[in-house]
């Protein structure tokens, strides 16, 4: 493909991604497929010579989209919300464009002042003191294994990196049984052991950590010889909203002198709202890492997590690494390959920029409440269904139900929403039982939308009630 060629497929793809967006609500959210569908229809070996981009293309839309999901349609009310907004959008086409690797500040200035200034902006949009800085990551995944990284250096005293952890004891990290299952994973890839994540309890409707069994926990380790590392907490979980109550988490773990991590990695977004800090993110200053997603409810293009750090130090003192190579001389400058475990970097920061000056901080706020509130009618209705039952009330914009009957039944009325097409939503478990998470998050859905898989999901079970 030559340059001419690529214009004139650009343009054409403009065209199709418009169009495509505009067309969502009239396609099943859920792509419709049966496993092996799509492989079953791709050549066993690659071509051995060139194929005209007509034909890539018809065989893109014929072959590839029936087996989409489609997470930017306004009735996907599954896991939490992938958005991608139209700015963040050509902001990407921009980054693809231009093709930097960002690893470093000499590797593309622009890239590292621009992230740089775009953490200080939402540091400032969500009520953060002076003094914070951070690093715009992959995914929450990613800052969580960083944070763990960092709680397992500074309790071997920075020698983990170079010793290995034999002889370092066991070390320990605690949370709430409500996190995302990416906490045990970090504590998997660490080193730390699934056994060494000490999960406890919650309480209140919140589903908050308990603060007095979580001080149990960590004395009752150090009696019994192990090591505490660390504490992580969450505001806004993600199998139903839960979210801690800061100030005493941290007392707890202030008192043991231990490394605090925040996952707020969907619910974060809504802390650009004064009502919502207020009544979550009291006392959240005190946390040395928190994360959230503007790739999640913010609007930013797939994948764009935030981590922010009160000191970057012990960060830095876990993951930086500087071969001869990669050194900058003469310039007192901010490598970010240093803050993060991938030494690659996309231009990230882009998207934010971008998307926060196109619709301003006010349109954005304006897009998170009315989710909430939209949410919030929704579960009202349903909780008058006949024999429906709200299992988790709402907080901000998830909240869970049950229909009649066993976890059978439950998992039946999901495949057959799903299956249906006109929403899609997910299963998840709580107290002991299978349920049915809602979320409202997706950028341009609507209260229609939003109100319309009120109809569905009637349509569906009576549906589901005549053919039993």
């Known amino acids: 493909m030559n340059w001419d060629d690529y214009t004139r497929w650009g343009e054409h793809i403009a065209q199709w991604g418009g169009a495509y967006h505009k067309s969502l609500r009239e396609r099943p959210v ?94 400032q949009a969500m009520q953060l003191p002076d003094g914070f800085s951070g690093v715009i990551q992959d995914s929450a995944s990613s800052a969580t294994l960083s944070a763990v990284l960092t709680m397992r250096e500074r309790a071997t005293g920075y020698t983990g990196n170079r010793d290995g952890l034999a002889g370092k004891g066991a070390l320990r990290i605690y949370c709430s049984d409500q996190v995302h299952s990416s906490i045990d994973r970090a504590c998997w890839v660490a080193g730390i052991g699934q056994d060494n994540l000490v999960k406890i309890g919650t309480r209140g409707p919140r589903y908050g950590i308990d603060p007095d069994a979580l001080d149990a926990a960590i004395k009752a380790d150090i009696a019994a010889g192990f090591t505490p590392a660390g504490v992580i907490a969450i505001t806004g979980g993600t199998g139903i909203g839960a979210c801690d109550t800061l100030g005493p988490v941290l007392a707890v773990a202030k008192a043991h002198d231990l490394y605090t991590h925040l996952d707020a990695a969907w619910a974060g977004s809504a802390m650009i709202c004064p009502e919502f800090r207020a009544d979550f993110w009291a006392d959240v200053e005190g946390f040395d890492s928190i994360v959230f997603n503007p790739h999640k409810w913010l609007g930013a293009q797939f994948d764009c997590s935030v981590q922010f750090l009160r000191d970057a ?30 030494l690659g970097r996309r231009f990230r920061a882009l998207k934010i920029w971008f998307l926060i000056r196109s619709y301003g901080l006010d349109g954005l706020r304006t897009r998170i409440r009315n989710h909430v509130q939209w949410a919030g009618e929704l579960c009202a209705a349903i909780r008058e269904f006949d024999g429906f039952e709200i299992t988790t009330e709402p907080m901000f914009s998830l909240f869970s139900f049950r229909c009649p009957g066993d976890d059978a039944m439950q998992q039946t009325l999901v495949d057959a929403l799903n299956d249906d097409g006109r929403i899609y939503v997910t299963q998840g478990a709580f107290d002991g039982q299978k349920i049915i998470r809602f979320q409202v998050g997706q950028f341009d859905t609507t209260r229609d939308d939003v109100m319309l898989a009120l109809d569905v999901i009637q349509e569906v079970w009576q549906a589901i009630s005549d053919a039993s």
């Open 313 to 342: 130090a012990p960060q830095l003192n876990t993951l930086k690494i500087e071969p001869e190579y990669l050194k900058t001389t003469g310039e007192a400058v901010t490598n970010y390959s240093e803050w993060t475990i991938p």
């Open 30 to 123: 859920r792509a419709q497929t049966r496993a092996g569908d799509i492989a079953a229809q791709l050549p066993i070996a690659p071509p051995e010579g060139p194929e005209p981009m007509d034909a890539i293309m018809d065989d893109f839309e014929s072959i590839v989209m029936p087996g989409m999901t489609h997470w930017q349609h306004p009735r996907f009310f599954a896991y939490f919300p992938a958005n991608a907004s139209p700015p963040s959008m050509l902001a990407e086409q921009l980054v693809n464009t231009v093709a930097a690797q960002c690893m470093l500040w000499q590797t593309s200035p622009a890239a590292t002042e621009v992230e740089g200034v775009m953490i200080d902006w939402l540091r």
